[in-house]
Each structure stands twice: as C-alpha cells, then as structure tokens.
C-alpha cells in the first residue's frame, strides 16, 4: 500500500510540475525556478491537459495542484491517447493549437514528436 501511495505521490509532483512548466514552454527550452513559473502561469489563467486519466489520478492530481498553484485552472480534455494524438494534429494542421501539456504512452508522445508536436524542455 506505501509502495502504491508513493507512486501517486511521485506522479503527482512531476504532472504538477508538468502541468505548470509545459503549458509556458514557448519557443526554446528554458529552466526557470518553479515559483517564476507559477507567477508566469497565473498571468494566463489556465492550462489546458490533454491526457488519458483516471478518475482517481484526477481526484488526486487536480486538487493538489490547485492547492499548490491557486489561480490557475485545469481545462481537462479527457479521451484516448490515439483521440488526443489525432486532435493535436489536426488542431496544427488548423493553425492553432489548443493544449498546453499532452500525456499519454510513449507510444503515442513518439507520434506527437515526430509530427513536431513537442519541445524539450529543460525542468530545473
């Protein structure tokens, strides 16, 4: 059960920090302190995450992130990893693309990389 309950808490911290640093990645990847990012973030409001979830990482993740990071909202798009893949390029392929943070399988973040989806980014 800790194993478990460390897991979630592992988790938790790097989609936190995920949520929060890739919805501001523009450009060239940068390495900021996680409070210049916050205070880059609440600028803008919102962080839209396309990802496959369960409920039970989302009652977990989102509540900490919240508590964490007040002022910035989750706009969560939830499907499946092949659904956010073909939305994400059909959203380029439209000239705008909506989300911030993608998740998924490696399988499917391959697809996103090699249709030029993605950018490094350097987490600090």
């Not at 880059?40 to 992130?65: N, Q, W």
């Not at 893949?85 to 090699?114: C, H, N, S, W």
């Amino acid at each position: 059960m800790s194993n478990y309950r460390e897991r979630i808490v592992i988790f938790t911290r790097h989609l936190l920090f995920s949520l929060l640093s890739l919805s501001l990645v523009t450009g060239a990847a940068t390495a900021q302190s996680l409070d210049d990012l916050y205070q880059r973030a609440k600028k803008e409001g919102r962080v839209v995450l396309y990802a496959p979830l369960s409920s039970k990482t989302e009652d977990v993740v989102f509540p900490a992130f919240r508590n964490r990071f007040p002022g910035i909202i989750i706009d969560h798009v939830d499907a499946t990893s092949d659904k956010l893949v073909a939305r994400a390029i059909t959203e380029v392929r439209g000239g705008r693309v909506f989300g911030d943070v993608f998740g998924g399988t490696p399988y499917y973040l391959q697809q996103m990389k090699e249709q030029n989806l993605l950018t490094d980014l350097a987490i600090p």
